[in-house]
């Protein structure tokens, strides 16, 4: 019997202090205050859920500020995480130096990834933005051989005998290249943590059934030990079916 795939201890604390902190030490009147207010969707806000007065809707625009800043920390974390696994590294966003969200090299497995946190998070801005900087950064001689991943943790998961993976070509100017793919979390997961350190699309392709990886479970190992740590930082357990959500988010 082969033994069951498992992930090295992680230190996941200061990523989930962040996430903590970011609640935390957030000021909702200050940042409603800060920013503009739009008036437009004010008032369809009250025509439409029933706000009778200011002080109601001002309640739901601090609790819609202060779920923007945990979404934002959230976000973040999954980019962190990701840099907590053996051979990857996550870099902080720099406009002087720009870097790939993470980087590994193990074996021969060479990737750099932008990590999303939805499937649905990039519009068609956005996802050009994101190609044209991850065609750069193939181009570069630090990142030679490397197979460039657009991440979405948040999404459909390929069941066995779909493909794993797709073309990462947003729009109709931007030309597939072999080296630039997008894939979901789980999928991710498995590659990162793969026992054989296999390099995608060189050293196995998307139509891999990789439902019978020993790692297919990798995103479920770093959930539960992101779940641990969050009980153990806010003092509260996770309500099952808080769990639950997570077959709907990451798939099984």
Known sequence: MSKAFTLQRLDLE????????????????????????????????????????????????????????LMNAVGNAQQELIGKLPGYESFPPSKKNPMPDVVGRRGRQKIFAEIKNKHNTMNS?????????????????NYHAHVGVVVQIIAEVPQSGQNMWQA????????????????????????????EKRQPVHDFQNSEDMTKWPSWNAIDLMKD???RELEIQTEKPVPAWVKALFAHSIGV
């Open 14 to 69: 200061p990523v989930v202090a962040k996430i903590v902190s970011s609640i935390a030490g957030f000021d909702a009147d200050r940042a409603t205050e800060d920013n503009l207010v739009d008036a437009f969707a004010a008032a369809a806000e009250v025509a439409i859920f029933g706000y009778s007065t200011y002080e109601q809707w001002l309640k739901a625009e601090n609790e819609r500020q202060r779920q923007k800043a």
């Open 125 to 141: 801005k956005s996802a050009a933005a994101t190609y044209d900087a991850m065609v750069k950064f193939s181009e570069h001689e």
């Open 168 to 195: 990462f070509a947003p729009g109709v100017d931007r030309s597939s290249r072999e080296e630039l793919i997008v894939m979901s979390g789980r999928v991710f997961y498995a590659i990162a943590t793969d026992p």
């Open 225 to 227: 030990a992101f779940l």
